[in-house]
Structures are given as C-alpha cells and as structure tokens.
C-alpha cells in the first residue's frame, strides 16, 4: 500500500495528460475555438510543486497553463468549458485558454504575454509579505521568459525585497521553435539567476519526485523569509508549441531520447516499486480518465456566453 497523497498526484498526472490529449482530439475535430499550448510531457513539474503547497498559497501561470491550474485543485468540467468559451467556464466563457484564472482556489491566472505573470506574482509576494500572512507564491514560466525585462525587473526586486516567491522555470528547451542554445551564452538559466543573488537548483523535471523534493525545500525557505528560491526543472513538451506546430526544428533523435522520459510512466514505474498495486494504480488512472468524459460531456452541453451591454459612461 503506497500513501494517498502519491496515489491522488499520479492521478492528477494522468488527468492532466488525458485532458489535454482529449482536448487535441477535439481540436481536430472543429469542436473547440480557437488554439491551446498543452503541457504534454511537462505535467511532473505542474503536480510535484503544485501539490506541495498549503491552502493559501497562491500560484501564478504563464500561456501553457492547464497542468498548473488542475494541479491546484480546478475542476476539470469548469476548466474544459472554459477553453471552449462556454458560460460555464471558471471565467464566463470569456478568458479561455490563456487567461484562465480562479484566485478562490489560490490560481491568480495564466498570462499570454510571455513573462506577464511575473511582476504580478512578486507583487503578490510583497503583499503577502507586508501583510505578514505566513503565505508564498508559485510563479511558473518557461525558458523563453527568461529573455524578457519583465523576468529581470522581478527576479531582482523578489531578491532585494527577500520576498516569499519560488521562481519556477520549466526549461523544455525551446521557445516557440527558438532552442535555449541560441537564446542565451551561459549553461543554464540557474546560472543566469546567480547574479540576482537567489539560490537556484536545477533539477529532471520529469522526475516526479525530485521536482517535489525541490519544490517542498524551496517553499518552505521561502516561507521562512529567506527570500525567494529558483528552481530550473529541465522538462520538454512531447507537443508542438501550440495546435498548428509540426515540430520542424526538432530531430527525431531527440524526440526519441525524452519520449523514453515520459514522466508518467515513470512516475508509474516508481509507484510499483514503492509499493503500489496494479490494481491502485488502475483505480487512479480510470477515476482520472471517467473525469475527463463528464467533463467533455458537461463543456459541450453548456451554453455560450451571452453577450453584455457595455455600460454606458456616466456623465461627468
Ligand atoms: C511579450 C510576448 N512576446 C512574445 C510572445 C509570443 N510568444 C508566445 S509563447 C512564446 C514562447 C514562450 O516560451 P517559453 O517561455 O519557453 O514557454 P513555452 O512555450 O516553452 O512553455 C512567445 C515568444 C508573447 N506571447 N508575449
Ligand atoms: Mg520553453
């Protein structure tokens, strides 16, 4: 018998996974608007540090956020509807996939400005810290994000200010179709964020596991006013950047190498050998699997947003 808790994330894995795959299906099948960037193949970073958080922590996401947002505890029917911009949705239908948000459950939003949410989630820090809550902030990026102004201007004031902010990057190699290697000189971007003086650990991203053991040491130094922690999860998407990509720039040799990655069987893999039966993981896995049906079934029955009058300005 392995504990719950693991048994509860390796389902959160698996319905993070299903959701989206099902998600691409529906995509292809014109039953969704619009485009998604799925987190396929990233979804150990999302559960390992997500689900090491307390309950008033908050998190903030970037443009591939799905993982991180069902991490936290969405309900996949109000997410699902609201990628399909249906008044259901956690946000009425009118944020869809890139701005969901849901800050009752400690979700402050996924952002489609690359590097967007990270002024806001030290903002978030220094309120917290001013307030004196005892609470942190998980704020998740790509590598990409690393080259905006947003990311130097709130690394350095999270450092000065030693607020309670763990930095999460999710390496996965590219951005867009530009590879780390071309985006910057130095090794890693742990090494980058050495010269804003804040602790930086790179770690396997697909690793269940390590990402939770980095993730649990990084909250609770940053809880304890130590001031913020970065950490690197190298990790790397098994799909295109968003719906139309077909992965051009990227070999079949290296697809190879990290398809044998896969953080979800390994998390599998490492279950078993913990203890874990067939039979518990079979159980995890169709629970996750029969949620995602009620949730594509409840999304295509609900309605569209209807449409508001914009208020009319008051007179001066
Ligand atoms: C400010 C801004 N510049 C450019 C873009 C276009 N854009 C969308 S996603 C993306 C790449 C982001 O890469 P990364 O941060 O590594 O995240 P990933 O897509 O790999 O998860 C870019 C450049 C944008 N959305 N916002
Ligand atoms: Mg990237």
């Known amino acids: 018998m392995v504990h719950e808790k693991l048994l509860e994330d390796y389902g959160r894995l698996v ?7 099902r998600l691409g299906e529906l995509f292809s099948q014109g039953r969704v608007p619009g485009t998604a960037h799925f987190c396929i193949g990233q979804e150990a970073c999302a559960v390992g540090a997500v689900t090491t958080l307390s309950p008033g922590d908050l998190v903030t996401s970037n443009h591939r ?7 936290r505890g ?14 259901t949705g956690y946000c009425g239908g009118r944020s869809g996939s890139q701005h969901m948000s849901c800050p009752e459950i400690g979700f402050l939003g996924a952002n489609g400005l690359t590097g967007g949410m990270i002024p806001v989630a030290t903002g978030a820090a220094l309120s917290q810290k001013l307030r004196g809550t005892g609470q942190i902030v998980l704020c998740f990026f790509g590598d990409g994000a690393t080259a905006t102004g947003a990311f130097h201007e709130g690394l350095n004031l999270g450092a000065i200010w030693e607020l309670p902010i763990v930095y999460f990057c999710e390496n996965n ?3 867009m179709s530009t590879s780390v290697k071309e985006n910057f000189r130095v090794q890693s971007v742990a090494e980058r964020v050495g010269a804003y003086g ?3 650990v ?14 649990e040491a990084a909250a609770a130094a940053a809880r304890s006013g130590k001031g913020p922690v970065f950490i690197e999860a190298l990790t790397w998407r098994q799909c295109g950047h968003s719906r139309g990509d077909q992965c051009e720039y990227r070999s079949r040799h290296e697809e190879a190498e990290w398809l044998a990655r896969d953080p979800l069987p390994r998390m599998r893999q490492a279950l078993l050998e913990r203890g874990a039966t067939e039979s518990e993981l079979g159980i995890a896995e169709r629970l996750s699997k029969e949620e995602v049906i009620a949730a594509v079934e409840f999304a295509e029955a609900s309605p569209e947003p209807v449409p508001e009058p914009v208020p009319e300005a008051s007179a001066a």
Do not use: T, W
């Not at 319905?15 to 795959?21: P, T």
């Open 74 to 87: 969405a309900d996949p029917r109000y997410v699902l509807a609201e990628i399909m911009g249906k008044a």
């Open 15 to 21: 319905l993070i996974r299903h959701l989206e795959v």
């Open 202 to 215: 790179q770690i396997d991203g697909n690793d269940y596991f390590a990402v939770r053991e980095a993730s």
């Open 65 to 71: 956020g799905h993982g991180h947002f069902l991490a």
């Open 198 to 200: 804040i602790p930086a």
């Open 173 to 175: 190699g590219y951005a």
